[in-house]
């Protein structure tokens, strides 16, 4: 997420660009710049991730107990810090919220600051096209809208944001497999390991040692007759 640096000028290195903003750090501390290298926030952050949405994620560590404890927060692309550090934790904004943690648990903010669903869940990650986010309670996961209601209910181990063909990879006990909006399964719970659709449709998948390509009808595109595979780019 953070990237590696790209290459070092005599004042600053030079990471990523996102929207329109370069990612730069000097003495360990990290700020932006414009393409043409003005400066849009000063040298503030420990660490700054990359815009989504024209905001990025910011963090500054304290010290709690002697040790460094980040907090996040958020800035605009003027460098404006909209959301001032103070989250335990924070994710990337997505359909115009962002999931962060306080002490009270996972919540969403709008591009404000302002709290649109309250912080309790134990888990929380990106809203996808279809308006619906997947949240953690006592262990289980499910898919709440952005009003909190409970659309799919808390019955997952593991869950991931709907593509946008509106299926979701989840993973029920040891096993993986995709549901769609409704919470029904288009790909069924079989395989012990099952990554993201790429673009041409197909995900890789692993059963025992064996890897093969599923596509988003549950067919095998091929078999599992390989000892190693990846995801198509």
Excluded at 30 to 43: A, C, H
Excluded at 182 to 207: K, T
């Amino acid at each position: 997420r953070n990237g590696k640096e790209q290459f070092r000028t005599a004042e600053y290195s030079i990471y990523q660009v996102s929207e329109g903003r370069v990612r730069v750090s000097n003495r360990g501390k990290m700020g932006f710049r414009d393409l043409q290298g003005n400066e849009i926030t000063p040298f503030l952050y420990d660490t700054v991730w990359i815009f989504s949405e024209g905001m990025a994620e910011v963090a500054i560590y304290e010290e709690t107990g002697g040790k460094p404890v980040p907090r996040y927060g958020f800035i605009d692309r003027d460098g404006n810090e909209v959301v001032s550090p103070k989250y335990k934790e924070s994710r990337d904004f997505h359909d115009g919220v962002a999931a962060v943690q306080t002490a009270d648990g996972w919540g969403y903010i709008d591009k404000t600051g302002e709290t649109v669903l309250e912080p309790r869940y134990d888990g929380a990650l990106a809203f996808g096209d279809n308006g619906l986010a997947p949240v953690a309670q006592e262990g289980k996961w499910g898919y709440i809208d952005k009003e909190g209601t409970v659309v799919v209910p808390f019955q997952f181990d593991t869950a991931y944001p709907f593509d946008h063909e509106g299926l979701a990879l989840v993973q029920s006990g040891e096993k993986w497999g995709y549901i769609d909006e409704a919470g029904q399964y288009q790909v069924s719970p079989q395989f012990d390991d099952l990554s993201l659709f790429a673009g041409n449709g197909l995900a890789v998948f692993r059963l025992g040692a064996l890897y093969g390509y599923v596509d988003r009808d549950g067919r095998y595109a091929v078999t599992p007759v390989y000892q190693m595979a990846s995801s198509f780019g």
